[in-house]
């Protein structure tokens, strides 16, 4: 089985309320990539197209976007798994290359999730639990992640000041991305002021700052052969590992809600195929959906022990100059949360730091990089390693 690349890369800017319809939304994503890569529609063999269909208006989208971007009559599929639906088309588009039976495949992950009201978005996030035994209850989003935040407290002792700290790394770095949504700085004193919009009360302990946004947005990856990578690319960022997971929908099905089930047995699979631990890896994006998240993420991932995430955050540990940088482009904190184009824009952002081509938020020569992209309250995982 030959290797696998990647060796395009796009993202849209995200935001609030995209103008335009999905077809453009996308071909914003898929020109940067296809321009990346070097490449024409001709060129590509296959198309992945990923998105959480109940806010889509515009059913079957992958048949949509295969004739807008000029990719008819090759086959197109359509993958979701929630928020990790661009990675689980990743692994998808690894394995149909690796498996010999396509050369060149375009990721395509998008969502226009101000196509609906917010009532309805959040509704449709209660819908992502069990209907007949949780949703019915009024479970949401910040809810089931209160829950965590919640337990990791009380299992370890973690403050709300430690999850305030995670927000106030995600601004220093959202400030500097052009593509995110939230651009602005953010201090821990700003947790601590009722008058504040970010000590805002959401679903106890989280507050308003403690939660990413929805957004407009969509990403493209080109992941092609071994022998592809050779000819068009003189930077392919090579998929090393690759693992998957899912859990119990509901919440009673869990052990433990202080960490992600999902998470460590994706990371474990990932790192026995890489044939690399935590401590080789140089740069990190997690699914920081809300600050608890990426608190769990660095426990799971194996970067810190259970309980030890606040020290990392504290030390300043995940910062660009620390010793294991996660979330350099603002995370979903300060980007927003396009829910189909989240993972691809993830892979994105290692794959330029992998190629140095990641501007002011540049981490010093990293060879090694892991994505961990959460579908659902941690519903689905996916942990992707890549390697320059």
Same mark, same amino acid.
């Given at each position: 089985? &030959? ?17 335009? =319809? ?24 296959? =198309?992945?197209?990923?998105?959480? @269909? ?29 928020? /990790?639906? =661009?990675?689980?088309?990743?692994? %998808? ?42 949703? !019915?209850? &009024?479970?949401?989003? @910040? ?5 965590? #935040? ?9 403050? !709300? ?6 927000? *106030? ?24 002021? @009722? ?29 092609? /052969? ?6 068009? /690319?003189?930077?392919? +960022?090579? +998929? ?8 119990? *929908? ?15 047995? #994706? #990371? ?8 690399? &631990? ?14 608890? #998240? ?11 022990? @259970?309980?030890?995430?606040?020290? %990392? ?31 691809? /824009? ?13 501007? !002011? ?28």
């Amino acid at each position: 089985m &030959g290797r696998v690349a990647i060796i395009g890369v796009g993202q849209s800017r995200f935001v609030r309320k995209y103008p335009g =319809s999905i077809r453009e939304l996308t071909f914003e994503a898929f020109k940067e990539a296809m321009t990346d890569a070097g490449m024409t529609a001709g060129d590509i063999d296959a =198309s992945v197209v990923c998105s959480a @269909p109940e806010y889509d208006k515009q059913r079957s989208p992958a048949g949509i976007f295969a004739e807008y971007l000029g990719l008819n009559p090759q086959p197109t599929f359509y993958v979701e798994t929630l928020c /990790s639906s =661009s990675s689980t088309g990743l692994k %998808l588009a690894y394995s149909l290359v690796a498996a010999g039976l396509h050369h060149a495949v375009a990721v395509l992950g998008f969502q226009k999730m101000s196509e609906i009201s917010s009532a309805e978005s959040q509704e449709r996030m209660g819908r992502g639990a069990d209907i007949q035994w949780e949703s !019915p209850f &009024g479970t949401m989003m @910040p809810a089931y992640y209160a829950l965590h #935040a919640q337990a990791h407290m009380k299992k370890f002792g973690t403050r !709300p000041e430690d999850l305030a700290a995670i927000r *106030v790394k995600a601004a220093t770095y959202g400030q500097i991305n052009d593509r995110a949504v939230y651009r602005k700085p953010v201090t821990e004193e700003m947790f601590a002021d @009722p008058e504040q919009t970010m000590a805002g009360p959401v679903a106890s302990p989280l507050r308003v700052g403690d939660c990413c946004a929805n957004a407009d947005g969509s990403s493209c990856l080109i992941v092609v /052969s071994e022998e592809r990578a050779k000819t068009f /690319s003189k930077k392919p +960022v090579w +998929v090393l590992g690759v693992g998957a997971a899912s859990a119990s *929908v509901n919440m009673t099905g869990r052990d433990d809600l202080a960490g992600l089930a999902v998470a460590r047995q #994706a #990371a474990d699979q990932a790192y026995k195929m890489a044939g690399v &631990g935590p401590k080789e890896i140089d740069v990190a994006e997690v699914h920081d959906c809300f600050t608890i #998240a990426e608190m769990m993420a660095y426990e799971n991932l194996g970067f810190a022990k @259970p309980g030890e995430g606040k020290e %990392l955050i504290q030390g300043k540990e995940t910062y660009k100059e620390g010793s294991i940088p996660v979330n350099v482009d603002g995370g979903l904190l300060s980007k927003g949360h396009p829910i189909g184009a989240t993972g691809g /824009s993830q892979v994105r952002t290692i794959v330029l730091q992998l190629r140095g081509e990641a501007g !002011p938020m540049q981490v010093k020569d990293p060879e090694i990089g892991l994505v961990h992209n959460i579908g659902g309250v941690g519903l689905y995982g996916n942990v992707t390693i890549l390697g320059r």
